[in-house]
C-alpha cells in the first residue's frame, strides 16, 4: 500500500498522477491520497483505465472518497465557485478492493491478496 | 480570476444567456451501467418525436456508442427548448467480463462486449468536453455516491455547465430520491421512473428551465 502525500500530488501534472497510479495498481498496490484528484483529472484517470483493461488480466479500478463538504458561503455561490469535493481517496484494482461500507468520515474496505 | 473579474464573468455569462435563448443545446444524458439513461433517452425523443434512440436491456453496457439525435424541441407549459440529445454509454471504472458471463452470455461474447464497453466508456469521458449541459441519471435504489457520479458532477460545476439530476426507478419500493438529494444538494433533482412515465412531465418543465 502507498499513501501518496498532498505535496508531492501538488507537484505531479495530471499525466503523472495517472501514469503513477494505474502503474501501482497495476502491480496490485493499494493506494492512498492524501488530497484526491480533480474533476478533470478523475475523468483522465477513467478514460486512462479503460485503455488498460484486458479481460481476463486486469478488469479494471475501485476508487473510493469521502462524500466531502458540499456547504458553500454565500460569495462562492455568487462566483459560482465549484465545490472541493477532493478528499482522501483509496484506489485499488478492482479484483482485489472492495468497498463494504462509506459514510461521512469513514470509508470501510476489504481487500484480498491475489 | 480577482473576484470582480469573476463576478463580471458570470453577468456575462447571464447576459449572453438570456440573447441565447432559443438556441440549440447540446446536452449529453450521463450515469453508471443500467442507470436508466437509453430508457429515458428513448421516453424523451418518443414523447417529442415519435421515435427512439437505442434499445435497452438489463445487461449492463447494452450502450456501447454514443447516440446523438438532433433537433428535439422538449415542451413544457409555456416554455420550449431545442436540444441535441447525446445518449452516452454508462461510465465505469471497471469492467469484468466475467460479470457478463454470469448473466448468460457466451465467454466470447462477454469479452466482446467487455472491449466495446471501454470503448464506449473513453467515448463517453470524451463528450464531457462537447456538452453544453447534462442530465446525470441516477438509480435511486442504489448508492448515489459513486466515483461515476461525482466525477460528472466535479466536471460540470468546473465549467460552470447546467447540471439536472433525474433520480430514476422511483416505480421500485426500495427506491430512495432523498439520499441523492442529500448527497448532492446543491443541483436541482427530479423523481422519475423513465420506465413508467411517474413525473415525467416535471423533468420537462425542469429541463426547459435550466437548459433554455
Known sequence: MDLISKDKLDRLSTVEKVRMILDSVEQGKIIVLESGLAPNEEAKLIEATMAKIDPGEFAGIEIESYPGDVSQSWLDKLLKKPINRARLTVIGPADQLKMLKRDQDVISTLVSAR | ?212
Not at chain 2, 465505469?92 to 461474447?109: P, V
Not at chain 2, 438509480?139 to 466535479?154: A, K, M, Y
Not at chain 2, 439530476?165 to 442529500?182: C, T
Request: avoid cysteine; charge should be neutral.
Open chain 2, 1 to 212: 480570476m480577482g473576484i470582480i473579474k469573476k463576478i463580471r464573468s458570470n453577468f456575462s455569462s447571464a447576459f449572453k444567456k438570456i440573447f441565447k435563448r432559443g438556441r440549440r443545446r447540446r446536452i449529453g444524458i450521463y450515469g453508471p451501467p443500467n442507470a436508466g439513461k437509453t430508457t429515458l433517452a428513448n421516453r424523451i425523443v418518443r414523447d417529442f418525436t415519435g421515435d427512439a434512440v437505442g434499445s435497452v436491456s438489463d445487461i449492463p453496457h447494452e450502450t456501447r456508442r454514443a447516440h446523438r439525435r438532433e433537433g428535439v424541441t422538449i415542451e413544457s407549459n409555456s416554455s420550449s427548448v431545442v436540444l441535441d440529445i447525446v445518449d452516452t454509454p454508462g461510465l465505469a471504472t471497471k469492467i469484468d467480463f466475467q460479470d457478463f458471463m454470469a448473466r448468460g452470455l457466451s465467454e466470447e461474447e462477454s469479452r466482446r462486449r467487455a472491449k466495446e464497453a471501454t470503448e464506449g466508456v473513453v467515448e463517453a469521458v470524451r463528450w464531457l468536453d462537447d456538452l453544453e449541459g447534462v442530465i446525470l441519471v441516477m438509480d435511486s435504489t442504489e448508492d448515489p455516491f459513486t466515483q461515476v457520479n461525482v466525477t460528472v458532477i466535479g466536471n460540470m460545476e468546473a465549467r460552470n455547465l447546467p447540471l439536472l439530476i433525474a433520480a430514476n426507478k422511483i416505480d421500485l419500493d426500495n427506491s430512495s430520491p432523498s439520499n441523492i438529494k442529500n448527497a448532492f444538494p446543491q443541483h436541482p433533482l427530479v423523481p422519475i421512473s423513465a420506465l413508467t412515465g411517474d413525473n415525467i412531465d416535471v423533468l420537462y418543465e425542469q429541463i426547459a428551465k435550466h437548459f433554455g
